[in-house]
């Protein structure tokens, strides 16, 4: 070995090379902006953790502090369309939609407040117990941010539950 230092800097160079195409190779470019989705249940006053005002409305609903759907309960959303216009689908995990179901048929009158990144943006009447393994909720935002949204929360989600599955 005539020349110590060129080797060693070949050796470095190659070192970080490999570092920065490792790097590169196992990180994806995410083709949505991290979007999370919770839903609190309306409360009595005796049981209110917080007052918040709906943004078309100005409706005013006292909620729990403990969500009932996080980002960990839906597998997907999706965008759906009614007579009354367009709404969010949340499509539940098993145990999420059990959990629903129970707390639904069990707070029958009270609305379920959609927030979305802590921020209040749409409520759903609890006129029954919820059954379907979904949850459809009609969001106070115009129309054409919807789709955007929808992307959004989907990826949140798809991501939310890889993470989930590698935990197990």
Known sequence: MKHPVRFLSVIFSLTALLAV?????????KDY??????????????ES???????????????NNKPIVTE???????????????FLVFNLTADAARDLYRITGSNQGKRLVLFINEKPVGARMIDGAFNTGS???????PDETLPELVKNLDGTSVEMQKKIAKAK
């Open 21 to 29: 195409v490792g790097c590169n190779t196992s990180s994806k470019k």
């Open 33 to 46: 902006d991290t979007m999370i989705a919770r839903f609190l249940i309306e409360a009595n006053e005796r």
């Open 49 to 63: 953790f917080a007052t918040v005002t709906l943004p078309v409305s100005g409706v005013q609903i006292a909620v």
């Open 72 to 86: 960990f309960d839906y597998t997907g959303v999706s965008l759906a369309q009614s007579d009354l216009g367009k």
């Open 135 to 141: 949850l459809a909720v009609f969001a106070a935002l």
